[in-house]
């Protein structure tokens, strides 16, 4: 067997890599392997499972969450298969253990009062930047897919949104490093989607669709986007304005899931229409039985049995 270290075999595992993931992927593969795994792993030739449980230790150690050192870990498996594949490193199982959370994280929502505050001042104070804001409101688009949107997006005929395209600022670090902003294709096929139109967005797109350029990005109404570090604070200058809690720019896509809930849509539904790969990561953030919807249920299965 050859023998090489795991920094050789990280630099042979992202010149293949290159190869078939997207431009955006292969740069937060290259951002994991430099920032975290190098350093930690670099010098070893064979990495045994007490390594790699240290290495959890201390990142949780330093403040790292547990879903991003998942992520570090998905990169650091990936490049050990291919060094088995190769002949690098011998095959091994690893039984890797997590701290177990002591309460589950929620997701931060606006109330039904706070986001009829925020569309009723942007339909009374329409410019290209708000509209932005109401548009994930009624449709749940992820910000780059937000920056990304052209006016031609706007399928009027058959009142749809198409969502096939995401804009990201990427930070490219190997011989040389500096940031650069992608318009490309969405991670998954599901997210490439139609999403029907509420009424009320239709009524703001009619007359708007007369006289803009096609071709034109909908928040700038120019050729040239803006990219979603900068319409975040506009975003966050925007709700302080309104003086409504400012909570992250994606708890407009939270808040347009959850209305979808309360309104009893079915979940398959809410999942196609957020673009999720299955329906499981749906269930997971959203559905949330509370008390009363608790209760109903055995009551239900008593009422059944008592027949």
């Known amino acids: 067997m050859t023998t090489k270290t795991m920094n050789e075999i990280f630099k042979d595992w992202k010149k293949e890599k290159k190869q078939y993931v997207k431009e955006s992927t292969y740069a937060a593969y290259v951002l994991l392997v430099e920032n975290h795994l190098k350093k930690y792993f670099g010098d070893m030739t064979e990495v045994d499972e007490d390594d790699v449980q240290q290495f959890i230790f201390l990142k949780l150690k330093e403040g790292l969450s ?40 929620s997701i931060m929502v606006f109330t039904i009062q706070e986001q009829k505050r925020i569309m009723r001042y942007i339909e009374e104070h329409f ?14 688009l992820r910000i780059g897919e937000l920056c990304a949107l052209k006016w031609k997006d706007f399928d009027m005929e058959h009142g749809c949104v198409i969502v096939d395209k995401t804009l990201q600022r990427i ?11 992608i318009i490309d294709t969405p991670k998954t096929c599901n997210s490439i989607r139609s999403i029907p139109m509420s009424n009320s ?43 409504v809690p400012v909570i992250k720019f994606h708890s407009l896509r939270h808040s347009f899931a959850t209305r979808c809930i309360e309104s009893n849509c079915d979940y398959k539904t809410v999942s196609v229409l957020l673009g999720h790969s299955n329906i499981s990561t749906t269930l997971d953030l959203y559905v949330h039985p509370n008390e009363e919807q608790k209760k109903n249920c055995i009551n239900q299965m008593m009422r059944k049995l008592n027949k």
Do not use: W
């Open 66 to 105: 547990q879903k991003s050192i998942k992520d570090i870990l998905i990169v650091l498996k990936m490049a050990i298969r291919y060094g088995e594949k190769k002949g690098y490193l011998s095959h091994k199982e690893y039984d890797l253990q997590f701290p177990a959370a002591s309460t589950k994280s």
């Open 171 to 181: 930070y490219v670090k190997e011989e040389t490093s500096y940031t650069k902003i």
């Open 127 to 140: 410019d290209f930047k708000n509209f932005g804001i109401y548009i994930c409101l009624n449709t749940g």
């Open 201 to 243: 967005m239709m009524r703001i797109l009619k007359p708007l669709k007369k006289i803009v350029n096609d071709d034109f990005y909908v928040l700038t109404n120019s050729t040239v986007p803006t990219e979603p570090r900068t319409y975040r604070k506009y975003y966050k200058d925007f709700l302080t304005m309104l003086d």
